[in-house]
């Protein structure tokens, strides 16, 4: 299937999918008048991208990710766990740090609330 075939199934813009093709998340082939001519896994296979993509992967560990995920159980090593470990804690560390700015800012909030005069008693 050409690019915007792909596009049109996996509802992922050509763009984006000329954009994995150059991380090397998906591959096609080419015809004989050199348009790309993916095969019809890749359907599948962007759609899980878009999925990975959404939990705040970036395409590097992703592309670690596809060859374990696509694997079959019985030949899964312990190495699709240990990624997805350390991602949940890339991620619980994110989440952290966030609370932490947001502790941060309620309670310079509550400090300059207490000592900013209001427009309506001024």
């Given at each position: 299937m050409r690019i915007g075939e792909l596009a049109a199934a996996s509802g992922v813009?050509?763009?984006s999918l000329r954009y994995y093709e150059e991380q090397g998340l998906?591959?096609?082939g080419?015809?004989?008048?050199?348009?790309r001519d993916f095969d019809a896994?890749?359907?599948?296979r962007v759609v899980m991208i878009?999925?990975?993509l959404a939990a705040g992967l970036g395409t590097v560990t992703i592309g670690e990710l596809l060859p374990c995920l696509e694997a079959p159980a019985e030949e899964r090593t312990g190495e699709l766990e240990v990624l997805l470990a350390q991602q949940v804690q890339r991620l619980e560390d994110k989440r952290r740090e966030i609370n932490r700015e947001l502790d941060v800012l309620a309670a310079l909030k509550r400090d300059t609330a207490a000592v900013t005069p209001t427009l309506a008693s001024a």
């Open positions: 813009s050509t763009r998906i591959r096609s080419r015809t004989p008048g050199g348009w896994t890749m359907i599948e878009q999925h990975l």
